[in-house]
């Protein structure tokens, strides 16, 4: 059972940073590990991700303001997140490709305070 375990989540003020930390559980390879976002009445959307080989890709609302990064020796992903606005205020899902199957987190509330 593959489980993914969020941290980092909390309440920031406008401009604010926060630091999301995603750890998975499991002896099996990582191919992609990320971060996408779900706000209040809107689709869940992407943030980032990265591969095992680390290619990242982000959303262009985040450029610039959000980097990601891996450490796969722990099966961990990080997500810093700089310049917070009101806008970036959601619930921050951790996901992983493992076996070309698609796994997420419970997920993590970041709200940003004007």
């Known amino acids: 059972q593959v489980q993914l375990v969020e941290s980092g989540g909390g309440l920031v003020q406008d401009g604010g940073s926060l630091r999301l930390s995603c750890a998975a559980s499991t002896i099996f390879s990582i191919y992609t590990m990320g971060w996408y976002r779900q706000a209040p009445g809107k689709q869940r959307e992407l943030v980032a991700t990265i591969t095992k080989g680390g290619n990242t890709n982000y959303a262009e609302s985040v450029k610039g303001r959000v980097a990601i990064s891996r450490d796969n020796a722990k099966n961990t992903v990080y997500l810093q997140m700089n310049s917070l606005t009101p806008e970036d205020t959601a619930v921050y899902y951790c996901?992983?490709?493992?076996?070309?199957?698609?796994?997420w987190g419970q997920g993590t509330q970041v709200t940003v305070s004007s």
């Open positions: 996901y992983a490709q493992i076996v070309r199957r698609d796994y």
